[in-house]
């Protein structure tokens, strides 16, 4: 593949200009190209993704990648609600590991008030982001290996799944909106006996995981389809700003949890898996043994859990305990003005990337003083890679566009807002 | 923590040495250095930034702009973050644009990147980037009218309806890519039909 010559003048960017092309790549009788379009609703597109697609025979010539089908205004939204309303919205954003957005943009105002929330909640917020993190990769790799053929590990995957969302509700109350973050901590405390049924389940994810790998890994037809698809070397996946798994399966070992820790991420012991040539394959096997590190960095905080508070003690920024509320004058004001007014950072702005299922989460925000943000922005990983799907499918058979789709994993709702 | 703090006026300082001339101005927020740049210096100072070894800023995570109404004189600011892979630190750029001449020169020839994150900031904010190929709506839809994200957009505003797009009746993907729209009009319609009645030899009828 990757041997016609319209690659060379590639400049990187969408837009069909047919009238000068040449005749493509001489493999067929054809002399006109042909223009499939794929999406916006599509079986093998899970989330709404147009891609128009010139073909030359079977071979892409030319792509453009259309996003936006599922905007809905986040940042604009984010603008007319205080810090902690925002919540519910970030859930929205890759809504098949919720709590990672939720705790992202925790961190951010965090930041902006210069506080640093309690250890017991920075390890809940570990465990629940691993958690989370290895909900959305057992997602994307089961939704793909279907697209591929392989509906029994489909099944498997979802079958572990449940038991982690079995997890995160019992603790947050929801499967998939759990807006569970808070600013100054998280909502709630672990469940009892959490630990051994985490234990329990994470023993049934490994079972599922053997099998899903006896199934997937050196499965002919399976290699054939990922091997030497829509590779990206290490050069143009930084300059085309890759991030997460993607980057690292072009052999770039950046992980934010290692690169800059936030949360106590400097406490557990875990490996950066990366791959070597950057193809669809190598995004595959990073993801699954992403997943295995993800259940050991939460077996490491599920043992080393420390006690004290969940929140912050500060009254400006998180909620007083009921008690102060019934009981004293000072906690009842403190209670109504955060929950009137929200909380107040300083006026700034500041920008704060963590660690996402699909690459760098940032958020972005500016505060003018009040208790609503003057402007949020999020940095979505999915977004930006789709802005490389071009790239990945140029050159490559249309049958390839479904599982490169698969491994660039966009959701809709982080990719659109 | 203490070890960010260093690393930052570390930055700072390499920066002064690399592109000292050509920052307006420089603080450091919130443990970030925040840098602000003119206009006719921005690709410079990116460009130096990616290039130096000293600094290495090989990845450009993030392009947004802030609408600062009338609390500034230039109405926007494009913000541009910068990370480094190697050297693991982060750098803010921000650069002003006023409201008459919304122009910015665009980073894509430092950063393929670039391309998804300047169409965005144009479809939101209306701010064009100079040099950029493919200045199309991306989040929105070609007819939509106004930008979004600027604070005189109201929350809640309502948007004309569009006519049906035109089906794909012809095999050309100048066509398909941007549709020409098409308004049906149910009168032309009946023409056509009366039209159809003539030519079989009936008596045309209102």
């Known amino acids: 593949m990757n041997d016609g010559k319209l690659l060379e003048v590639d400049v990187g960017v969408g837009g069909i200009s047919t009238s000068v092309r040449p005749r493509a790549l001489g493999d067929d009788l054809h002399s006109e190209t042909m223009v499939v379009n794929l999406g916006p609703a599509h079986p093998a597109t899970h989330g709404t993704i147009r891609i128009v697609a010139e073909l030359s025979g079977e071979k892409i010539v030319d792509a453009d990648v259309d996003v936006g089908y599922l905007h809905r205004g986040f940042e604009k939204m984010s603008e007319t609600v205080d810090y902690n309303q925002v919540m519910p919205y970030t859930d929205r954003l890759n809504y098949v590991s919720p709590a990672i957005n939720n705790f992202g943009w925790c961190l951010t105002i965090e930041k902006l008030l210069e506080i640093e929330v309690p250890k017991r909640a920075q390890y809940i917020r570990v465990i629940l982001s691993e958690i989370s993190r290895v909900a959305d990769h057992l997602t994307c790799l089961g939704a793909s290996a279907m697209e591929l053929g392989a509906f029994t590990v489909m099944l498997y995957m979802m079958e572990a799944r449940e038991d982690l969302w079995d997890l995160i509700e019992e603790v947050t109350g929801a499967r998939l909106t759990v807006s569970f973050g808070r600013v100054g901590g998280v909502k709630d405390d672990l469940t009892p006996g959490f630990a051994e049924r985490a234990e329990a389940a994470f023993k049934k994810v490994r079972a599922h995981l053997v099998n899903c790998d006896r199934l997937l890994t050196r499965n002919r037809i399976f290699i054939d389809r990922m091997c030497d698809v829509a590779v990206i070397s290490a050069e143009e996946a930084i300059s085309m700003s890759l991030t997460g798994p993607l980057l690292r399966a072009s052999g770039v070992k950046h992980d934010l949890r290692k690169a800059t820790p936030y949360s106590s991420y400097e406490d557990f012991e875990f490996d950066v898996p990366v791959g070597l040539k950057g193809d669809n394959y190598d995004r595959f096997l990073v993801r699954f043994a992403e997943m295995e590190e993800s259940l050991k960095i939460c077996e490491q905080a599920l043992a080393k859990l420390p006690e004290g508070a969940i929140t912050v003690s500060d009254p400006h920024v998180a909620l007083v305990p009921k008690d102060e509320v019934y009981n004293s004058i000072d906690g009842m004001i403190n209670h109504f003005e955060l929950v009137m007014y929200g909380v107040k950072p300083p006026k700034g702005s500041v920008y704060n990337a963590i660690e996402g299922a699909n690459g760098e989460l940032g958020f972005y925000v500016v505060s003018d003083g009040t208790g609503r943000p003057y402007r949020a922005h999020v940095r979505s990983p999915s977004f930006i890679h789709m802005g490389a799907m071009r790239k990945m499918i140029l050159g490559a058979n249309i049958s390839d566009i479904v599982p490169t789709f698969g491994m660039i994993n966009m959701i809709g709702g982080e990719c659109d807002r | ?206």
């Open chain 2, 1 to 206: 923590m203490v070890d960010t703090k260093s690393r930052t006026s570390e930055l700072l300082e390499t920066l002064q040495k690399e592109a000292g001339e050509m920052l307006q101005d420089s603080v450091i927020e919130l443990g970030d250095l925040v840098v602000t740049v003119a206009p006719e210096h921005l690709t410079k100072v990116l460009s130096t930034c990616k290039n130096s070894p000293a600094l290495a800023f090989n990845l450009l995570s993030d392009i947004t702009a802030i609408d600062w109404m009338d609390l500034r004189d230039e109405r926007f600011e494009v913000v541009y973050q910068l990370l480094s892979i190697s050297k693991l630190w982060r750098l803010t750029v921000k650069v002003a644009v006023s409201e008459s001449t919304p122009e910015v020169d665009s980073v894509l020839s430092l950063w393929a990147g670039a391309n998804f994150l300047e169409r965005e900031v144009w479809d939101m904010f209306g701010i064009r980037f100079k040099g950029h190929p493919d200045l199309r709506r991306i989040l929105m839809y070609e007819e939509f009218v106004g930008y979004p994200l600027r604070k005189d957009y109201p929350v809640q505003g309502k948007q004309p309806r569009i006519p049906l797009r035109a089906p794909e009746v012809e095999n050309t993907a100048r066509r398909m890519h941007r549709p020409d729209l098409v308004t049906i009009r149910p009168k032309s319609r009946s023409q056509a039909s009366a039209n159809a009645q003539a030519s079989e030899g009936h008596s045309s009828q209102k």
